[in-house]
């Protein structure tokens, strides 16, 4: 294929690779991707050129070392990350994926319990604002689960759905009420370093059966928001939920509350895909906030 005009700004920066072994790979909310080959090793690279494509870059690359940085889950390597003139490229270890199978599903519950029972903080949040999917994510630090969730999870995506006419104007009645009923129905957490969109989609185990996570929305959150978020869609294996449970069991009562936890990214799929979420989440509301 004809190598794009970012590919040569990279080769410009003294990154060179063989320029035959470019291959798109597939179109993402951020941008392209494609995998090329440098010295034997083969990497994906993420082609980010919104306008503010290099702020996207560096929240994924942020969050990838915070998660790396823990020494609990396998994330990619990173081999470059920088703002260009025609956009931002991220680079990493291309990971050759296999079908998961038990062991890995069981590591990577372990793995992640570790996660979010070692990276914790006192306060809800984080130093800098990112990305859920294409969206805006808020991550103004709060001391209380509660006012973080409704204040910079739920009000967002509730007010970006109303200006869409997904949503009507009155949908919140009276914020304060809303945190309080937040506040009565979490168990009394801290914060933990969570993924943040943790689906089968951003999960890669390769053909060694090592699970590599990717894509990450990462704060300090409630760690039940990881465990409903990978239910939401199908889930993954029950080995994945024993795995977890051994080694940081959820509170009493999940079940009961699971869904309060999944309305966010139900919002969040009411403004990426539109109505056909829109059902499912209005029900959720009434269900909790009337």
Request: glycine share 6%; aromatic share 12%.
């Amino acid at each position: 294929m004809n190598l794009p005009k970012i590919f040569h700004e990279l080769q410009d920066t003294g990154f060179v690779f063989k320029e035959d072994s470019l291959s798109y790979y597939s179109s993402g909310q951020a941008g392209s991707i494609y995998t090329i080959t440098k010295e034997g090793t083969k990497m994906l690279v993420k082609v980010y050129t919104q306008n503010d494509g290099h702020n996207r870059m560096t929240a994924e690359e942020d969050g990838l070392k915070m998660l790396k940085q823990t020494n609990t889950v396998s994330i990619p390597e990173i081999y470059f990350a920088e703002k260009l003139y025609s956009g931002a490229l991220l680079i990493m270890k291309y990971v050759e994926s296999s079908h998961p199978h038990r062991k890995s599903m069981s590591l990577l519950g372990t793995q992640l319990a570790q996660l979010h029972l070692s990276a914790t903080k006192s306060c809800f949040g984080l130093n800098r604002h990112n990305y859920i999917g294409a969206l805006d994510q808020c991550n103004k630090p709060y001391k209380k689960w509660s006012a973080f969730y409704f204040s910079c999870r739920l009000k967002p995506q509730i007010d970006m759905a109303i200006s869409r006419g997904l949503l009507p104007n009155d949908t919140i009645s009276n914020e304060n009420d809303w945190i309080d009923t937040i506040d009565k129905i979490y168990p009394l957490e801290q914060a933990s370093l969570i993924h943040g969109d943790l689906w089968s989609g951003n999960l890669v185990t390769d053909i060694e059966g090592l699970p590599y996570l990717i894509d990450p929305a990462v704060a300090y959150s409630h760690r039940e928001l990881d465990i409903a978020m990978s239910k939401l869609f199908g889930g993954f294996s029950e080995d994945f939920y024993a795995s977890y449970h051994e080694v940081y069991p959820l509170a009493d009562g999940f079940f009961e509350r699971m869904e309060l936890s999944q309305l966010y990214y139900l919002l969040v799929h009411v403004n990426l895909f539109g109505k056909s979420y829109v059902s499912q989440t209005r029900n959720l509301l009434r269900q909790y906030f009337g």
